[in-house]
């Protein structure tokens, strides 16, 4: 009864911050009366009506435990979610991933062009440190500096886009990823932006560096449980109810958690740092419980 509580809870936070997100987004992005709407409209197709937004829960759940604003908390969320978005955009591009599928729907370059879609993620990757470095966001610079600090190191090239490099190098032939290596980029290319929302929300809640550290543990746990998760839908998934391409990693020869560990000892991973995640949040009461089964959900998810 418990799990199915906690389990409704979880349900109503993911739907409320989807929602809540939507209605930023297109707040954000008004479409001109010129000939630059086509570029707007590519970002809305993209930014709009998709995805569990479970970067922007990350950041309102952490921020919440220290009496932030709803606002403060979903514009930063928001800003995390373009990063999110705009690197699905270039992951998608022919030149990368070149993939057809997205949330269920066709990726951008396939509705639009190449050329839109790159300039798309563009403005959404400028679009995300707009929202940071306005005073909506918060009134004290310093806290702005250090969200726009916080996100630019999780996406840049000791990040996100360093993991994604790492990544495609995995592809050439001749190169193998032994489990180490494959951590590490797991942590750059998935788990920076997981663990930047848990921090943006405590650099809101204006929580001094040397006291997020369990905080900083929590995220390290659930981003790389997160990738493990990824890699048994890879294998194991619902392409209808995933709403991308599968079976990808296999048919390119790719080295992920499941190929190294087998897809028994991987799941048994994933359970046991998210076990472990949950325990770095025994500080708090009743308050964090949106953490806590979001960190259960990750390995629970269908998509």
Known sequence: MLAETQGNVLSDAIRN??????????????VPDDTSARLIEAMRYAA??????????L???????????????????AAIEAIHVYSLIHDDLPCMDNDDL??????????YDEATAVL????????????LADDATSEDP?????????????????GMAGGQMMDMVADEEGVEYDLHTITRLQQLKTGALLAASVEMGAILGKVAPQGRAHLRAYARDIGLAFQIADDLLDVEGDIEKA????????????????????????????????????????????????LRALARFIVERES
């Open 142 to 158: 310093f806290t702005r500096s250090e969200l726009i600090l916080t996100l630019g190191k999780a996406s840049g090239m000791h």
């Open 48 to 57: 709009i009506g998709g995805g569990k937004r479970v970067r922007p829960l």
């Open 102 to 111: 997205r949330h269920g729907k066709p990726t951008l370059h396939k509705v």
């Open 59 to 77: 950041v309102c759940s952490t921020a919440s435990l220290f009496g932030v604003s709803r606002d403060a908390a979903l514009r930063a969320g």
């Open 243 to 290: 709403g991308k391409a599968l079976r990808k990693d296999e048919s390119q020869g790719k080295q992920t958690f499941v190929t190294l560990m087998g897809a028994e000892k991987a799941r048994e991973q994933a359970r046991a740092l998210v076990d472990q995640a949950v325990l770095r949040l025994a500080s708090y009461g009743s308050e964090a419980d949106i």
């Open 120 to 131: 798309a993620g563009d403005a959404l990757h400028a679009l995300a440190f707009e929202i």
């Open 17 to 30: 911050v989807q929602s809540e997100i939507d209605s930023l987004f297109d707040a954000l992005l008004p």
